[in-house]
């Protein structure tokens, strides 16, 4: 599953934005500023299918950054996203306008989010993208008709999304790592299983962003479920996965000249091997680290309960959205950020919110859509750092 296209009206400072995820070329730009073209089906369904298959046959773009300072929606768009998705969605936040300025354009619309899903090996018959909207929202030159049809297909594919696939994973910005014992329980019903229903990320509450618990049980898990199941064709899938978390929890290391050294057989804690041969047990190793950690084990943990059969989960699609991704990281590192993400999962698709000019550049002009605030009330997206 890739993301698209997210269509934005009344949502956080956001009046009307539509922001395309797909490389721009002659017949569409990247970033649109009116929701008039949006990509909901109209009373056509049929010729609206076959626009949408040509205008979105290229591949979205791996990573695309986010880029503003504070106040700019990047948080807003992110979460916008996280709620508008096959399996969950929810009503978006509405936009806080200025007294002044609802004064001079009357009343505001309702809010709600559109979102087009290329579902792939979620679904590799399926032609055209995928309409996700919020509930109830009532599109421009829609006929009654063509709504209850595009609510009728994100029901449908909200109940297959329950059954498996549909990975979305969200990183808050205020997220932290406390020094807690690892404990295990229950994995069948945490980790092996990936719920497309289950609470999304609160970008802004970091009582609820501690990744050190849930990131110490994955690595935890794999060690330990590769170890019982090791010779069992029945458990091979677990060591696939102990495998694939090695691997890429070497490739974020690298920086740091550590390498994945497993779990410690007595406290279960995971550690890091150093150049030298000494073992730096999870809560020693730099904040970046950590991190760094989290952003390639959470996802994969989540490609590999969401999916079955014989492929590795770093070759499994899912979209991983992390807001400021720059935080608690070296700056001397944030120029390599980026390519250690794309190495570590490289069938991920990232939605990178952030801050750093210095991260920004490290990027492909095409990749960075850059936020402004024009009015009070208003952003606007742009592409390119420079807009």
Not at 39 to 59: G, Q
Not at 66 to 74: A, E, M, S
């Amino acid at each position: 599953m890739r993301l698209l296209r997210v269509s934005l009206r009344n949502v956080g400072p956001f009046d009307d934005a539509v922001l395309r995820l797909t490389p721009p070329d002659s017949a569409a730009s990247a970033v649109e500023l009116s929701a008039d073209e949006s990509a909901a089906p109209v009373d056509e369904p049929a010729a609206h299918a076959d626009e949408l298959t040509h205008v979105y046959a290229a591949l979205p773009r791996p990573v695309t950054v986010l880029f503003g300072g504070d106040g700019t929606g990047k948080t807003s768009l992110l979460s916008a996203v996280a709620l508008t998705r096959p399996g969950h969605a929810l009503p978006p936040l509405p936009a806080v306008a200025s007294a002044a300025s609802a004064r001079a354009s009357g009343a505001r619309s309702p809010s709600y989010v559109t979102t087009d899903w290329l579902l792939g090996g979620d679904d590799p018959e399926r032609p055209h993208p995928l309409v996700v909207t919020s509930p109830t929202a009532t599109l421009p030159g829609e006929s009654p008709e063509g709504a209850a049809i595009r609510r009728r297909e994100q029901a449908l594919f909200d109940r297959r999304a329950q059954e498996g696939g549909f990975v979305f994973v969200s990183f808050s910005g205020a997220r932290w790592f406390s020094r807690v014992p690892n404990m295990l329980t229950t994995p069948d019903r945490s980790i092996l299983r990936y719920d497309v229903r289950q609470p999304t990320t609160t970008f802004d509450d970091p009582t609820r962003a501690d990744l050190a618990r849930e990131t110490k049980q994955v690595i935890a898990y794999a060690a330990i479920g590769a170890a019982l199941g090791a010779g069992s064709a029945e458990h091979h899938h677990l060591e696939r996965f102990a495998e694939a978390l090695r691997e890429v929890i070497d490739v974020v290391l690298e920086p740091f000249d550590l390498a994945h050294a497993g779990v410690s057989p007595t406290t279960l804690e995971p550690l890091a091997r150093s150049p030298r041969g000494g073992l730096v047990p999870f809560d020693a190793m730099p904040r970046a680290a950590r991190h760094l950690v989290s952003f390639v084990a959470l996802p994969l943990r989540a490609l590999f309960a969401a999916y079955s059969g014989e492929a590795s989960p770093r070759e499994r699609e899912g979209v991983v959205a992390i807001d400021d991704v720059e935080a608690q990281q070296d700056p001397a590192l944030l120029r390599d950020l980026v390519p250690l993400l794309r190495r570590a999962l490289p069938n991920v698709q990232w939605l990178l919110a952030t801050s750093s000019t210095q991260l920004a550049l490290a990027c492909d002009a095409p990749s960075v859509i850059a936020l402004r605030r024009t009015e009070a009330s208003r952003v606007e997206l742009g592409e390119g750092l420079l807009h």
